[in-house]
């Protein structure tokens, strides 16, 4: 948060409370649905491991992006996969 209160030219407890005013959310909690949408996206769209997409999301562990899962959605990565991905077209 440091680096984006640098770039807008505030102090960070300013740039936190401007991003809250202006998106309605903390910038972690931004951060943290913006990790959940790439992470649920690769999981619909690509083959990759969990672990990949783990690493590719920002989580810094697996199991760091399964409680993501759980506490958002209700339901870990895997089963979320099964569940919302698209069945190949033949």
Request: hydrophobic letters at 35%; charged letters at 30%; aromatic letters at 8%.
């Amino acid at each position: 948060m440091e680096s984006l209160a640098a770039r807008a030219l505030l102090s960070p407890r300013h740039f936190a409370r401007a991003f809250r005013d202006e998106t309605g959310v903390t910038p972690g909690r931004y951060v943290d649905r913006v990790r959940l949408e790439h992470a649920r996206r690769l999981l619909e769209d690509t083959a990759d491991g969990v672990e990949e997409i783990s690493r590719a999301s920002g989580y810094g562990t697996p199991e760091a992006m399964r409680r993501a899962f759980v506490k958002a959605l209700g339901t870990p990565p895997a089963e979320y996969r099964r569940r919302f991905r698209p069945a190949p077209v033949h």
